[in-house]
């Protein structure tokens, strides 16, 4: 699986956008970008996932650049509720049928009222 | 609809105890995976099993053993509990070997004194 790279932490004012950027430049042709948030100390919740076209759902937007070697996640409307560690991941859809899923350590984004 | 479901959600152990997490999913799901992560810190994967009947080690596979009791079903043993595996341990699944989102439960959250 490609590793990513993301900021350690990053805050946001209430009511704006945030933008959550992520690096993995050694991404290959059949991973997919997916993102993931963690609030408190709970499980991880899954927010949007990609290939290589512009993503939007209810929670997120995700943008992923035309080389595919970055994206950035877009909270439209920050809450104090998107206080959380965004995590950024890559996996792998293989003939092999593995699916080792590994996460880093994300980014805090702190919310400001 | 449970998701996935871990038993203890908290445990308190003596060094050299032995003890077993339970992870249960209700999902169909084929592939599941034990995460620990510790404070401050990502998730780190422990084992996971891509199917029903196969197990695989992750980033941190030592000190702990695994079975896939069957598909709903994904204990972790710690045999011989030690400090250094006080964490919070997460179950996760995936619908197969595909796309799909990762569920997570709750965490089930050990200390080892």
């Known amino acids: 699986d490609a590793k990513t790279t993301q900021p350690p932490s990053m805050d946001c004012a209430e009511g704006r956008a945030a933008n959550l950027p992520c690096n993995h430049s050694t991404i290959s042709g059949n991973e997919y970008v997916y993102w993931y948030r963690q609030i408190h100390s709970q499980g991880p919740q899954y927010i949007i996932h990609g290939l290589k076209n512009n993503e939007t759902n209810e929670m997120a937007s995700l943008i992923i650049t035309e080389d595919r070697k970055s994206s950035t996640l877009i909270l439209p409307h920050a809450t104090l509720r998107d206080t959380a560690v965004y995590y950024c991941?890559?996996?792998?859809?293989?003939?092999?049928?593995?699916?080792?899923?590994?996460f880093g350590t994300g980014t805090k984004l702190q919310v400001i009222p | 609809n449970a998701g996935v479901t871990q038993t203890p959600k908290f445990q308190v152990l003596k060094t050299g105890q032995s003890m077993t997490l339970q992870c249960a999913q209700d999902?169909?799901?084929?592939?599941m995976y034990w995460y620990r992560q510790d404070p401050g810190m990502g998730l780190r994967l422990i084992y996971y099993s891509a199917s029903e009947g196969t197990t695989d080690k992750g980033e941190v596979p030592n000190g702990y053993n695994v079975s896939r009791l069957n598909k709903r079903e994904f204990s972790l043993r710690l045999e011989s509990a030690a400090p250094s595996q006080t964490s919070v341990y997460f179950c996760?699944?995936?619908?197969?070997?595909?796309?799909?989102?990762?569920?997570f439960g709750e965490g089930s959250r050990l200390t080892v004194l």
């Open positions: 996760a699944s995936v619908r197969d070997r595909g796309l799909g989102e990762l569920f």
């Open positions: 999902m169909n799901h084929n592939s």
């Open positions: 991941i890559v996996r792998v859809v293989s003939s092999g049928g593995y699916q080792k899923v590994t």
